[in-house]
């Protein structure tokens, strides 16, 4: 893989300075499922339900959310740690909903964008795999 300069955008997001960005700006890291490129950008992510709830603000001026269609593995950067994630679109029904009023209560300058219909990605801790039972057999 062919390492590519860091945007100002992704190394402030994951920097002390975030705090000029928000206080729930992190880095979101994925490989692309169809390309295959490695993929990098802040997002605003707010703590909800053992997990992090992305508002795609704007979403017709992007596409990388469509990434999230299917469960797909990611990397959530904040200042403390990197959290191995596993992240999928929320389907509207009460969860959606739920999802989308923690985002608001959390970051009400959201609320702008924030509304129903706007496309919400949630991520969920990724759990260990678990070892082949072949592992450790001669």
Do not use: C, N, Q
Not at 45 to 63: D, F, I, L, N, S
């Amino acid at each position: 893989m062919v390492a590519r300069k860091r945007r100002f955008s992704d190394r402030l997001a994951a920097s002390p300075l975030r705090r000029l960005t928000g206080k729930h700006t992190v880095l979101l890291e994925y490989v692309a499922p169809r390309s295959g490129a490695s993929v990098s950008l802040p997002v605003w992510a707010v703590p909800w339900a053992g997990g992090w709830v992305v508002v795609v603000g704007k979403a017709e001026a992007k596409t990388w959310w469509k990434a999230f269609r299917r469960e797909l593995p990611a990397t959530i950067v904040d200042v403390r740690s990197r959290h191995e994630v596993v992240g999928r679109l929320l389907a509207t029904d009460h969860v959606y909903y739920d999802a989308l009023a923690a985002y608001v209560a959390a970051i009400p300058a959201a609320g702008r964008v924030a509304k129903p219909g706007v496309p919400i990605v949630f991520f969920r801790a990724r759990l260990p795999e678990a070892p082949s039972p072949l592992l450790g057999r001669v």
